[in-house]
């Protein structure tokens, strides 16, 4: 099944999308905010055609879940929303000005340094890593008020890329090595007497989450596993249903690529996978935290090849529907079912959003002189236990969005 695109012309720099809104910043400082809904809406489609565009690009999460194995059953069923996707997949969908400008509620300047290197939105909060430091600025709409707010430093070291869940900031700080900033859930900022926590002083340029533990990815060492386990807090007692403390992450060991791939290159993770790239190949491991061996944790699960003219792999990423591979000439998306897709060119930017719960089967890839929304439809058919390429949908262990280059 052929994914969906979606086209906004414009010179932009980074996207974000969250809880309803578009955010774009402009290559020339500026950020934008839409709403994201309203354009969505605005696109006219025929009305047989209104679920899987309400699907494909505002709801993600409609048919996920075990309460549609049983609909899925029925190969009829199957088969009209299949080609309910298929038909709009054949439709470019080229987003007009006027409609942008409609959509529009609010243009200013960034909050954040330009140019940033990273940003992520976590609990209401946006957060961007620049050579300046970690800043957060809140997107939580306050009576009428549609600007995101003025930005707030938080860590004033400088960073190349963010991530966040366990309200705890995932920071890659290239030659200072991985560290983790707890927040506070309520506001989003570090309590008054938490400071940043140094994770290992290996070379880090991007930090993600493998569900409580962190992966570190590097262009200039070996990426690496941060294995955390997870301490559960305890019940005061048998009978009493009070709970003693909060859970606890504590780091078990720093596990190399090296040694879960057996040689070098570059690597990343996402929640329940690890894949790494060496000349025209790039292996996947599944990651399991709940076992207890380094067998049973890190499993083999094979290969995925790719041709040689699409050049050596700069970054990568892993979502729901597939596994992202950004290569020198062209970015390759390897769906958890179907062949792989190639998208020829070199982006701006890029990121794809496994921690969000309505917009996790989307890509955006910034160009020149445009933004490029993919949406794929594929995976709510396939197995989820099975799958080898992208990361286990698991409605008990959701959890916001990945950072491209």
């Avoid at 506001?187 to 880090?204: M, Q, S």
């Avoid at 719960?357 to 890509?363: D, I």
């Amino acid at each position: 099944m052929q994914p969906l695109r979606m086209t906004i012309r414009g010179t932009y720099w980074d996207s974000q999308v969250y809880s309803g809104k578009l955010y774009l910043f402009s290559r020339e400082g500026s950020l934008r905010t839409i709403d994201w809904d309203r354009l969505v809406e605005s696109l006219k489609v025929p009305q047989e055609l209104g679920l899987a565009m309400h699907c494909a690009f505002l709801r993600s999460d409609y048919f996920y879940g075990n309460q549609w194995n049983m609909l899925f059953e029925d190969k009829e069923v199957k088969s009209l929303i299949q080609s309910k996707f298929s038909r709009l997949a054949e439709r470019d969908i080229l987003v007009s000005e006027q409609i942008v400008g409609e959509c529009t509620l609010a243009t200013q300047d960034s909050p954040f340094p330009f140019p940033h290197a990273d940003t992520t939105v976590y609990r209401n909060v946006l957060y961007a890593a620049s050579r300046s430091g970690i800043f957060r600025s809140s997107c939580r709409r306050k009576k009428q008020a549609i600007i995101v707010g003025n930005a707030e430093k938080i860590w004033d070291c400088p960073m190349l890329s963010i991530s966040a869940s366990y309200n705890t900031l995932a920071l890659a700080a290239g030659d200072d090595g991985l560290f983790e900033l707890e927040i506070n859930k309520d506001e989003g900022v570090p309590d008054k007497n938490a400071e940043p926590k140094e994770i290992t002083k290996k070379n880090c340029t991007a930090a993600n989450w493998l569900y409580f533990s962190t992966y570190g990815s590097s262009h200039v060492g070996d990426g690496f596993l941060a294995d955390f386990k997870m301490i559960e807090r305890k019940r005061q007692s048998d009978i009493a249903r009070d709970w003693i403390g909060p859970n606890v992450r504590k780091l078990e060991k720093i596990v190399t690529a090296q040694k879960i791939f057996l040689e070098k290159g570059y690597s990343w993770g996402t929640k329940d996978k690890i894949c790494q790239a060496t000349n025209s190949r790039v292996e996947v491991v599944q990651y399991n935290p709940w076992k207890e061996t380094d067998e049973e944790r890190l499993r083999p699960l094979g290969t995925i090849q790719l041709q040689p003219w699409k050049g050596k792999v700069i970054s990568g990423g892993i979502a729901l529907l597939g596994t992202i591979i950004e290569c020198e000439n062209a970015i390759v998306v390897v769906p958890s079912e179907g062949d792989p897709i190639t998208l020829p060119g070199e982006p701006v930017n890029w990121r794809v959003f496994p921690r969000s719960k309505y917009y996790e089967n989307t890509l955006h890839i910034v160009y020149e002189d445009r933004l490029e929304i993919y949406s794929f439809n594929h995976d709510y058919f396939v197995d989820q236990k099975t799958k080898r390429s992208g990361i286990r949908f698991a409605e008990s262990r959701r959890g916001g969005g990945f950072q491209g280059r």
